[in-house]
């Protein structure tokens, strides 16, 4: 049975920065935020970042706000599961099999959004691509999960500085989230995920290093795909 917010006497209306474990039993208080239009700060399997539900724009504005972010640029979205992306990308394009190679996984995917993405349009306006992600974090799968929406994920910092791999990296920002989730120290240090373009049909394009790009691109050239670059 999950706990509800009077359990442990907080609601989501007055309280900020509230620090919980990272656990499936508080799973549920995330889901209710979420779905309330607030922000809150979760552990990946790469950094700590800022989630919200994707298709609310007062929220994703919120994100912004926090980071000191400049609208122009765009935020990535986190699913529960691999078999929930096609409803936001067009992934028909794609080899059998490759993306449950990649994910779940510190990879993002950057793919077209399509005529029948479910997205709000006001989410990245201007950008007809979106990165998708599929943590390797059983806790942030379940919250999206739950949610039953797409969440909008960007690193939990301010923008322009240093990434975070602890809580206590952006503890000034707490207050602005409605709860913040301690997952411990992540391991895979600051360099976050990697970032690969697959929007050209049978080619790739390394967006950003990150800390899987050797794996990610020995899974793509074994799907055959090629680098766009060598092209």
């Known amino acids: 049975m999950s706990l509800s917010l009077d359990s442990y006497g907080l609601s989501v209306e007055n309280n900020t920065g509230v620090v919980l474990p990272a656990t499936d039993a508080y799973a549920a208080e995330a889901v209710e935020a979420l779905k309330a239009g607030k922000v809150i700060a979760v552990p990946t399997d790469t950094l700590y970042g800022f989630a919200c539900d994707a298709c609310s724009s007062e929220a994703v504005n919120r994100i912004y706000e926090i980071k000191g972010r400049r609208h122009t640029s765009p935020l990535a979205i986190c699913v529960g599961d691999v078999s ?89 920002l707490w207050d602005h989230c409605a ?5 411990g120290v992540l391991p895979s240090g600051p360099a976050g995920s990697t970032v690969v373009d697959l929007t050209t049909p049978n080619r790739y394009k390394i967006l950003r290093p990150g800390s899987a790009k050797e794996e990610t691109v020995a899974i793509l050239e074994k799907h055959y795909l090629v680098e766009a670059e060598t092209i």
């Open 179 to 183: 709860f913040v989730y301690d997952g």
């Open 84 to 172: 929930d992306m096609d409803r936001y990308a067009v992934v028909d394009h794609l080899p059998d099999g490759l993306l449950d190679s990649l994910l779940p996984g510190p990879v993002t995917v950057v793919l077209r959004r399509g005529e029948s993405s479910v997205l709000e349009r006001s989410l990245n306006p201007g950008f007809d691509s979106i990165g998708l992600r599929v943590p390797d974090c059983n806790f942030i799968r379940v919250i999206a999960r739950g949610s039953g929406t797409a969440l909008a994920l960007t690193s939990a910092n301010l923008s322009g500085q240093s990434s975070s791999v602890s809580i206590k990296d952006f503890e000034n």
